[in-house]
């Protein structure tokens, strides 16, 4: 059924109602129109096309998703421009003490240098202590309770040790004391609870002692509350984002973090797991600190948590500086930590590696279905993947011949070994680029292998995406949606930073990576416009795409090229039927826009709006103005099989209604 209003009035209509200036008085037969074939399927869209990508970058985890408040926990983070575990970093005196690394009698080899407080001047009216400032402050919110534990040991017995968080003036929040101390290590566990007071991280966590003598202290830890109320487990706020991208599944751990620079820093799993004062820690080729608290079994939990799949990446024998290993004797020892891997995520209990999971407390095996071997060896300088890739899929596949495996180069590049999927990246690096990837799979043979885009962004801004990189990665997203017979998932990187302190070339800075999806500090997160645009999208994911064309879109020029400015999918979804269209408009005016839907009885009069827009292409969101570019939902009328509405400037539309 047409609208009642003939499409030359409503169009008048339309523009008149429009506030943005100067819609010209095109011809009606002019506008942009796209024509759906709604009674045809162009393609089935992946389940699992919408996911999510992880890594060690910009203090994702620790100082990030990883609940742990307190930085350098067990002293082994690095100081100085070379690198070195001299100091206890990111720890400080207070009252006088003396605070040194001490490797005698340690808690155990894999946390093998404790904290030394010298506090030979402490008296009742004068204590001695250490403070940690955490990761760019420490969170203290009213009405909580935080969870501090540590290990220590001391010269004398006894020695109650006040435990506290405190404020910017040195006020204390909220404290408790433990008594017990001996001359062997043994472990404390406090409740912190604040009361009401004005949220903030300007605060310090310490540890003070009113008895003079030494004390040794190793894995000072500090939880807030978390998601699920793990223990050891991930920041609520973060979780809660996440949750709301409604992820498919989880690709971990890496990323550079899975490779390393070097094979000692590579993410060798088995040192992750296990309890967590076992864990050594390991350096990462972002040049800071993991004490790996966040190990293989919490990567597992958080895809529990959210009910996400895991991506499982291996370590696959060459770490980013090009050293390799490429024979199959030396590549053994890394195939066979591959297989257990894979056994301790999805083994049962009656296997090795299922029987240590079930010992670390997840007796239940996790459903496994996707393995990539690597990361992004499209960069590997020795040549070496072909072989590599061979060996690990054969060795995979002998045991595990359910699993997919996922290769990080094209499979032309693996000619020996034809992979089951390709994991492709696609960081465009402007807005003008990604506006060539658009198409990238239109043509893509339907034979070749099917496609994970395991990290994609659009780089424009600094340091957080702008609202123009969300335009050019809804309009990217068109054409992974148009093609999601061949891509299978997709997932935009990297997805957390930290924004504390960015900039500078310090070793202390909080971002590696500029453009990432979701930005925080100690307190408080905020999605970008990016982020926003990957929720729009899949929340709205159909389960078929519609085949439809288009007249007359308008194009406009960037570097020297011409492009369209609007661009468009539609799906729909088996069960209610329901058509999604989604619209990106670039130009910086109002667009209008006929829609016809052939094929079809008839669609409902309403339907649901979701639009991101800004009259500032260059708008971010940021700590200060978290919610400046953010999506709003509206109830519309007027659909039909053949409607017309206009598009704001700079805007991403979803258009949703049922169909029949
Ligand atoms: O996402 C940041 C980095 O980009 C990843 O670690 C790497 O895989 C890619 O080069």
């Given at each position: 059924?047409?609208?009642?209003?003939?499409?030359?009035?409503?169009?008048?209509?339309?523009?008149?109602?429009?506030?943005?200036?100067?819609?010209?008085?095109?011809?009606?037969?002019?506008?942009?129109?796209?024509?759906?074939?709604?009674?045809?399927?162009?393609?089935?869209?992946?389940?699992?096309?919408?996911?999510?990508?992880?890594?060690?970058?910009?203090?994702?985890?620790?100082?990030?998703?990883?609940?742990?408040?307190?930085?350098n926990?067990?002293?082994k983070g690095e100081g100085g421009f070379t690198y070195v575990n001299e100091d206890?970093v990111?720890?400080?005196?207070?009252?006088?003490?003396?605070?040194?690394?001490?490797?005698?009698?340690?808690?155990?080899?894999?946390?093998?240098?404790?904290?030394?407080?010298?506090?030979?001047?402490?008296?009742?009216?004068?204590?001695?202590?250490?403070?940690?400032?955490?990761?760019?402050?420490?969170?203290?919110?009213?009405?909580?309770?935080?969870?501090?534990?540590?290990?220590?040991?001391?010269?004398?017995?006894?020695?109650?040790?006040?435990?506290?968080?405190?404020?910017?003036?040195?006020?204390?929040?909220?404290?408790?004391?433990?008594?017990?101390?001996?001359?062997?290590?043994?472990?404390?566990?406090?409740?912190?609870?604040?009361?009401?007071?004005?949220?903030?991280?300007?605060?310090?966590?310490?540890?003070?002692?009113?008895?003079?003598?030494?004390?040794?202290?190793?894995?000072?830890?500090?939880?807030?509350?978390?998601?699920?109320?793990?223990?050891?487990?991930?920041?609520?706020?973060?979780?809660?984002?996440?949750?709301?991208?409604?992820?498919?599944?989880?690709?971990?751990?890496?990323?550079?973090?899975?490779?390393?620079?070097?094979?000692?820093?590579?993410?060798?799993?088995?040192?992750?797991?296990?309890?967590?004062?076992?864990?050594?820690?390991?350096r990462?080729?972002?040049n800071y600190w993991?004490?790996?608290?966040?190990?293989?079994?919490?990567?597992?939990?958080?895809?529990?948590?959210?009910?996400?799949?895991?991506?499982?990446?291996?370590?696959?024998?060459?770490?980013?500086?090009?050293?390799?290993?490429?024979?199959?004797?030396?590549?053994?020892?890394?195939?066979?930590?591959?297989?257990?891997?894979?056994?301790?995520?999805?083994?049962?209990?009656?296997?090795?590696?299922?029987?240590?999971?079930?010992?670390?407390?997840?007796?239940?095996?996790?459903?496994?279905?996707?393995?990539?071997?690597?990361?992004?060896?499209?960069?590997?300088?020795?040549?070496?993947?072909?072989?590599?890739?061979?060996?690990?899929?054969?060795?995979?596949?002998?045991?595990?011949?359910?699993?997919?495996?996922?290769?990080?180069?094209?499979?032309?590049?693996?000619?020996?070994?034809?992979?089951?999927?390709?994991?492709?990246?696609?960081?465009?690096?402007?807005?003008?680029?990604?506006?060539?990837?658009?198409?990238?799979?239109?043509?893509?043979?339907?034979?070749?292998?099917?496609?994970?885009?395991?990290?994609?962004?659009?780089?424009?801004?600094?340091?957080?995406?702008?609202?123009?990189?969300?335009?050019?990665?809804?309009?990217?997203?068109?054409?992974?949606?148009?093609?999601?017979?061949?891509?299978?998932?997709?997932?935009?990187?990297?997805?957390?930073?930290?924004?504390?302190?960015?900039?500078?070339?310090?070793r202390?800075?909080?971002?590696?990576?500029?453009?990432?999806?979701?930005?925080?500090?100690?307190?408080?997160?905020?999605?970008?416009?990016?982020?926003?645009?990957?929720?729009?999208?899949?929340?709205?994911?159909?389960?078929?795409?519609?085949?439809?064309?288009?007249?007359?879109?308008?194009?406009?020029?960037?570097?020297?090229?011409?492009?369209?400015?609007?661009?468009?999918?539609?799906?729909?979804?088996?069960?209610?039927?329901?058509?999604?269209?989604?619209?990106?408009?670039?130009?910086?005016?109002?667009?209008?826009?006929?829609?016809?839907?052939?094929?079809?009885?008839?669609?409902?009069?309403?339907?649901?709006?979701?639009?991101?827009?800004?009259?500032?292409?260059?708008?971010?969101?940021?700590?200060?103005?978290?919610?400046?570019?953010?999506?709003?939902?509206?109830?519309?009328?007027?659909?039909?099989?053949?409607?017309?509405?206009?598009?704001?400037?700079?805007?991403?539309?979803?258009?949703?209604?049922?169909?029949?």
């Amino acid at each position: 059924m047409k609208n009642s209003l003939s499409l030359p009035a409503m169009m008048l209509a339309v523009l008149a109602a429009c506030a943005a200036p100067a819609a010209t008085a095109e011809n009606a037969t002019d506008i942009p129109t796209i024509s759906v074939a709604a009674d045809q399927v162009k393609a089935r869209i992946s389940p699992i096309l919408y996911g999510l990508m992880t890594e060690e970058i910009n203090y994702a985890l620790e100082g990030g998703l990883y609940g742990e408040l307190l930085r350098n926990r067990s002293f082994k983070g690095e100081g100085g421009f070379t690198y070195v575990n001299e100091d206890p970093v990111y720890w400080s005196a207070l009252g006088g003490g003396i605070i040194s690394l001490d490797s005698q009698q340690p808690l155990n080899n894999a946390l093998n240098q404790s904290l030394l407080l010298d506090a030979a001047s402490a008296s009742d009216s004068h204590p001695v202590g250490v403070a940690n400032a955490g990761y760019w402050g420490i969170p203290a919110t009213a009405h909580t309770s935080y969870t501090a534990s540590f290990y220590a040991r001391s010269d004398k017995v006894g020695g109650p040790i006040m435990v506290a968080l405190t404020n910017s003036t040195g006020a204390v929040i909220t404290s408790a004391t433990v008594t017990g101390v001996s001359d062997t290590w043994k472990k404390f566990d406090v409740k912190l609870t604040t009361g009401a007071l004005t949220a903030s991280k300007d605060n310090l966590f310490t540890l003070t002692t009113t008895q003079p003598g030494k004390l040794w202290l190793q894995q000072v830890s500090l939880f807030g509350p978390t998601y699920n109320d793990r223990a050891n487990g991930n920041r609520r706020d973060l979780m809660k984002m996440l949750a709301d991208l409604k992820p498919a599944f989880l690709r971990f751990p890496g990323g550079n973090y899975l490779e390393g620079e070097t094979f000692g820093q590579r993410f060798d799993w088995k040192k992750t797991v296990g309890a967590t004062e076992t864990r050594p820690g390991h350096r990462s080729p972002w040049n800071y600190w993991s004490s790996d608290g966040l190990g293989l079994l919490e990567y597992l939990q958080w895809c529990e948590d959210l009910k996400m799949e895991p991506v499982l990446a291996v370590f696959a024998g060459y770490a980013l500086n090009g050293e390799h290993v490429s024979s199959p004797e030396e590549l053994a020892p890394y195939i066979q930590d591959a297989l257990d891997e894979i056994e301790y995520v999805s083994g049962d209990v009656t296997t090795k590696w299922g029987a240590e999971r079930a010992k670390d407390g997840h007796a239940a095996p996790f459903a496994l279905r996707y393995v990539e071997v690597g990361n992004e060896d499209t960069f590997d300088r020795s040549g070496s993947y072909d072989k590599r890739f061979s060996a690990f899929y054969k060795a995979i596949k002998d045991k595990y011949p359910q699993l997919q495996l996922i290769s990080t180069m094209s499979a032309d590049s693996t000619p020996s070994q034809r992979p089951d999927m390709v994991d492709e990246h696609t960081y465009a690096w402007g807005e003008a680029q990604m506006y060539d990837h658009i198409n990238d799979y239109d043509n893509r043979p339907r034979t070749a292998p099917k496609v994970f885009v395991g990290e994609w962004a659009t780089h424009d801004g600094w340091p957080m995406p702008t609202m123009k990189a969300a335009l050019a990665d809804a309009a990217y997203l068109t054409g992974l949606e148009r093609n999601s017979d061949v891509v299978l998932m997709s997932a935009y990187a990297p997805l957390l930073a930290n924004v504390s302190q960015v900039g500078g070339k310090s070793r202390d800075t909080s971002m590696q990576w500029a453009i990432n999806l979701i930005g925080y500090d100690a307190l408080t997160s905020f999605g970008t416009p990016s982020y926003y645009v990957q929720k729009m999208f899949s929340e709205t994911k159909g389960d078929v795409v519609l085949p439809s064309t288009g007249a007359n879109i308008p194009q406009w020029t960037i570097n020297d090229k011409t492009v369209p400015s609007l661009y468009w999918v539609v799906t729909r979804k088996d069960d209610n039927r329901h058509i999604q269209i989604k619209l990106v408009n670039r130009a910086a005016k109002p667009q209008p826009l006929h829609v016809v839907l052939s094929g079809l009885k008839s669609v409902a009069s309403k339907g649901t709006l979701t639009e991101l827009r800004t009259d500032d292409p260059d708008a971010v969101n940021s700590i200060d103005a978290p919610n400046r570019v953010v999506p709003r939902t509206e109830t519309i009328s007027g659909l039909s099989r053949d409607f017309t509405r206009v598009l704001p400037a700079y805007s991403v539309t979803v258009i949703d209604f049922a169909s029949h």
